[in-house]
């Protein structure tokens, strides 16, 4: 089935921001950064009439899809809270898809087929899930069928990997966060040789087969891949690349050689993806809930969870589950019925994601709390106290931006305490108050991406890794090869952008020229004095001196103050030193630890540049080693 690329809307308000004719990529981009342009005009162009409210169907792909789930439990991950492995059916999904697309026969049900039709859909592709290649092909089939339907499909991206664009690019839209990328690589093979390991421990292979060409055995008898295994299987893998090109060529009418000139490319920003064509829209980096509200045009509509109900089984974490019975955090937090200066607490590296982590400032929950601080009519006003040496970039301008809006509301004033750097500095940058203390350590404006490679270990060991690929785009995941300098400098193009963008923020932020403020910057640390002196921070202060400044702008003379969030509860504290930490929470490790310094932030950047695939993780942080004796 043909699909046509584009097409009218049948809806205004969503045709108000989605289905308008192409425009400039520079017109594009300044949408995202004054986001209320477009709404503002769908509600001058609205009916004086009540408006129904608006129905959305949004599609959030999550997790593991298989053909047959899998019953088993992984029971370290069970404890650890990372669901127990537990897996959806790809069927069952696909099925609900095309539920969005069905037609009866009668004149009732068209009439409710019609109905449905006007409804949009959205897909929020934020969440990590994994699909195979055979998957994709047969949901691409499904898409057809729902945008043939007369239904209309736009995604939201923020990093997305090949497989997470492939199911953006089925869509009449495709919309991406303006500090996204998209990782738009080609199909690879790596294996992994093992024979001089073998003969390093004095231990022989003898084997029995049939067929040259079969490849499970040559990692246990051959030094390395034979040439014609090598021809054989890159064969293979133009063939199966071949349809992923035609697939993408199709959905976005480019030219097949375009797509593959941006598969060896690999690593496009949002600018570079919508230069390229490969999306519609930038919009700022809000989540997939405000933007849909933002393309909605009213905040007041109703969403149905197409894939949720039955197919998406939810991660069961054992310990969460226990301390949720005993912990008052489990508890909703409920409004205030006085005058009220809430004192929100961002303690802990700052890191993407959906769900509460021990110890770290989480961008999902974080933003949903300060979104309820900010739609409480009794909190007057908000001290954001921060201990934090940074983290993810992207997950800080997620906090920020929530921040922007809070502040837009209410008076909000920064209190930092002993550490506000690198993304705990970013996440102050809305210009409004900051204290610091003498000894706060703050600054740190600067960005990194890192990759750890194991060549010269495996080489120690006498292990192998033979990699076939289609470009050089390659080195970006292998665990043997450092990055070429091709690669290197793709990727210096897109850290360069993030710091050019800390920069920005924070030279808006203090009222600076970038000029002026980068002698300050450049991953440069300072104290609390240090910065007041450079005009990084207002004044020196603690959090009593942050509260009297709101309640002043506030107006309030009489007032309570809360502290958000709840402090933990014995058994979760608990569950943190059995569970979060348990590798360095021993006494024999703790004076290694004290001479060391604190090894969880260096440990987790080793493990994120070692688990990540493609775009390394981008990281606003202070240095791990600092510390004080």
Partial sequence: ?????????????????????????????????????????????????????????????????ADLPSDSIDVAALLLGQGGGKQS????????????????????????????????????????FALNGVQVRELERSMQRVRASG??????????????????????????????????????????????????????????????????????????????????????LERMN????????????????????????????????????????????????????????????ETELALTKDTQRKNFNL???????????????????????????????????????????????????????????????????????GGSATASEMIRRALVRLAEKKPVVFSMGSVAASGGYWITCIDRPIYAEATTITGSIGVFGMKTTFGPLMRRVGLHEEVIALDDAYDLDSISTSWSEASKERLQTHVSDIY?????????????QVKDLEPFAGGRVWSGEQARDRGLVDAIGGLDQAIARVASEAKLEAYETIHTPKAKSALDALVGQLFAKSLFENDALQLARQRLGNLDTALNVIFASITNEGRPQIWALLPAEIRFR
């Avoid at 089935?1 to 989605?18: D, E, G, H, I, Y």
């Avoid at 449905?116 to 959205?122: A, G, M, Y």
């Avoid at 598969?263 to 997939?288: H, M």
């Avoid at 050019?500 to 600076?512: G, M, N």
């Fill in 1 to 65: 089935m043909t699909m046509p690329l584009r097409r009218p809307a049948s809806l205004a308000f969503w045709a108000t921001f989605l289905f308008s004719p192409p425009r400039p990529v520079a017109q594009a981009q300044d949408d995202a950064a004054h986001p209320r342009t477009a709404q503002d005009k769908s509600k001058q162009a609205a009916p004086a009439k009540k408006a129904e409210k608006a129905k959305v169907s949004v599609l959030r792909f999550d997790g593991i899809y």
């Fill in 89 to 128: 059916s790809f069927f069952e999904m696909r099925e609900r898809l095309e539920a969005l697309a069905k037609k009866g026969g009668d004149t009732d049900q068209a009439v409710a087929d019609q109905a449905l039709n006007e409804q949009p859909v959205f897909l929020d592709l934020t969440h990590p």
């Fill in 151 to 236: 239904r209309k499909t736009v995604a939201y991206l923020e990093n997305a990997t090949s497989i997470a664009y492939q199911v953006a690019a089925l869509c009449d839209q495709v919309l991406m966060a303006d500090m996204g990328s998209i990782d738009l690589h080609s199909l690879s093979m790596s294996i992994t040789f093992m024979q001089d390991a073998f003969d390093l421990l004095g231990v022989d292979v003898d084997v029995v087969r049939c067929g040259d060409f079969k490849g499970a055995v040559e990692p246990y008898v051959l030094p390395k891949m034979s040439d014609h295994l090598r021809r054989h299987y890159k064969s293979m």
């Fill in 242 to 301: 071949d349809d992923v090109v035609r697939r993408l060529a199709e959905a976005r009418a480019l030219d097949p050689a375009k797509v593959r000139e941006l598969q060896a490319q690999r690593l496009l920003t949002a600018k570079q993806a919508l230069e390229a064509g490969l999306i519609d829209r930038i919009v700022p980096y809000d989540g997939a809930k405000l933007t849909l509200e933002r393309i909605v045009g009213n905040a007041d509509f």
């Fill in 319 to 389: 310990m969460a589950a226990v301390n949720n019975l005993f912990s008052p955090r489990a508890k909703k937090e409920k409004k205030q019925d006085k005058d009220t200066i809430a004192v929100l607490l961002l303690a802990g590296r700052i890191i993407d994601g959906q769900r509460d982590a021990a110890g770290s400032i989480v961008s999902v929950p974080a933003v949903e709390e300060i979104d309820r601080l900010r739609d409480d009519e009794k909190v007057r006003g908000v001290v954001v106290r921060i201990n934090s040496p």
């Fill in 500 to 512: 050019a963008r800390f920069l920005d923020i924070a030279s808006k932020s203090r009222h600076l």
